[in-house]
């Protein structure tokens, strides 16, 4: 009796792990590429992966404590030297949740790319969010700034 286990591939040099042959073939587990085999072998139609639905997370409370409030102005600084994806959507959802606040970043450079594959800039996506940005000190003009 044969087994409807896939067989595991070798990891040495050259060879593909079982994990890559099946993602070669559009499955993502082993119990899957079983499960798939023994609907084909039923001659049972079906699709696999193709049905994609939306769904809305629940919120959840989170808390952002800023970097630097300037006592004189209220001003809030962030600082980043590397502003990951999830401090970004961070910094997008403060921002929409509190209009009412003055948040500043400061980058170690403005001009670094959200990602390889992306064009934006840190600076860019400031200009898109409509939070003023520097690069590597507070500016003059904002630490004489008053409420």
Request: aromatic letters at 6%.
């Amino acid at each position: 009796m044969q087994s409807s286990k896939p067989k595991k591939t070798s990891t040495s040099k050259g060879k593909l792990r079982q994990s890559e042959v099946l993602l070669k073939h559009g499955i993502r587990s082993g119990l899957e590429d079983v499960i798939c085999q023994e609907l084909t072998a039923k001659g049972i139609p079906y699709k696999y992966e193709e049905l994609t639905l939306e769904y809305t997370q629940p919120e959840k409370k989170r808390k952002y404590t800023p970097d630097i409030v300037l006592d004189n102005s209220g001003i809030i600084i962030e600082v980043k030297g590397r502003w990951v994806t999830a401090d970004r959507q961070k910094i997008a959802m403060v921002k929409q949740q509190h209009p009412e606040i003055d948040l500043r970043m400061v980058f170690s450079n403005s001009k670094t790319k959200i990602s390889k594959q992306s064009s934006t800039t840190y600076g860019s996506y400031c200009d898109k969010l409509g939070i003023p940005y520097a690069d590597k000190m507070i500016p003059e003009t904002w630490l004489k700034e008053t409420k």
